[in-house]
């Protein structure tokens, strides 16, 4: 299966100021630091999850095989039209084919607040620890956090 993004992706998904405002910072030096943070963030609950923060438009191409799209929440199924499908919004499944292209949108239209808090966090100890270990008396290495593991709720769970 090879997908592309065809439209979207654009827009940052949490908004500057909600990320100044969480941190308390002030002024504007560090806004260029604080964009690439929250599209890794984006990024790691997208690759976490297979699920789509804001809309985007998708293109996935099958090849002899189970026509099960690979992004979540789905929209809508752009192309094909008419075509039977399995599908409870998280997961999309195009029955009685194998091969072909599937157009379709997925993401939130409304992004969760659990998920914006997440990231909140998730950027506040990214801008705080820009290293992966705490350097005191004792050094340790940062494990899954309890911030990551609300993440696991948003998993897609497949048929």
Not at 8 to 16: H, N
Not at 18 to 33: F, M, Y
């Amino acid at each position: 299966m090879k997908l592309e993004i065809l439209e979207g992706g654009d827009a940052l998904f949490l908004a500057l100021d909600e990320a100044k405002s969480w941190l308390r910072v002030i002024g504007d030096e560090e806004n260029e630091l604080l964009k690439s943070l929250i599209l890794a963030a984006e990024q790691f609950f997208e690759n976490h999850t297979d699920r789509v923060l804001t809309p985007k438009k998708f293109k996935a191409t099958f090849l002899n095989e189970v026509m099960l799209l690979p992004r979540s929440p789905v929209i809508e199924i752009i192309k094909p039209k008419n075509v039977s499908v399995l599908w409870d919004h998280q997961t999309a499944q195009i029955l009685g084919a194998s091969s072909g292209e599937v157009e379709f949108r997925a993401g939130y239209e409304t992004i969760p607040q659990i998920i914006k808090i997440w990231a909140l966090n998730k950027i506040a100890s990214w801008y705080e620890n820009r290293e992966n270990v705490a350097v005191g008396t004792i050094v340790s290495e940062f494990k899954k956090s309890h911030i990551d593991v609300v993440l696991d709720q948003f998993k897609v769970r497949r048929f």
